[in-house]
């Protein structure tokens, strides 16, 4: 599926293919938390980075979180101006490009359950609406993007 996505002020437009388009997963992380702006909790889609196509690139800032005093090696994109969160991308998987949801506009499809993780390091305020059949994890869970999407039968085969 062609994810197409843009920033608040429209600096920054990108397109990218995505494999995984379904936005289940909601992570409770204090990165994620603080950087997306959102509910209390980001959610990151799966593409795949080589497709990655992008308009305004000079209006892109990247960001490294610390975790635990060391730096981390992914770099989250945002858009300068506006300061919109866009994508994470980390070198030690280069294969792979995690849109936030937040700032694509092509209509996503509704995910058939909802996975919390990082509950363990949730704001004390936030308050996960998880439903029956929702997955909740104090950290990651050892199910990928793409296992969670097979499992589900929604993966999208890049050769269709």
């Given amino acids: 599926m062609l994810l197409e996505g843009s920033c608040h002020c429209g600096a920054v437009k990108y397109s990218v293919q995505s494999s995984g388009p379904y936005p289940y997963m909601r ?11 959102g509910g209390g ?3 990151n889609l799966s593409a795949n980075a080589e497709t990655l196509s992008i308009e305004g690139r000079e209006h892109l800032g990247i960001y490294r979180a610390t975790v635990d005093g060391t730096p981390s090696q992914a770099e989250r994109n945002f858009c300068s101006k506006c300061a919109t969160a866009l994508w994470v991308w980390d070198p030690r998987w280069r294969e792979l490009l995690h849109p936030f949801a937040s700032s694509v506009d092509t209509p996503l499809p509704k995910p058939p359950q909802t996975v ?3 509950q363990g390091s949730m704001a004390s305020w936030s308050k ?15 199910e990928s993007i793409e296992d969670w999407h097979r ?8 050769d269709g």
């Fill in 27 to 37: 992570c409770y992380c204090s990165v994620c938390r603080k950087t997306s702006g």
């Fill in 41 to 43: 909790y980001a959610i």
């Fill in 116 to 118: 919390h993780i990082m």
């Fill in 128 to 142: 996960p609406d998880v439903a029956e059949g929702d997955l909740v994890f104090d950290a990651y869970p050892e």
């Fill in 151 to 158: 499992r589900h039968n929604i993966w999208e085969d890049a």
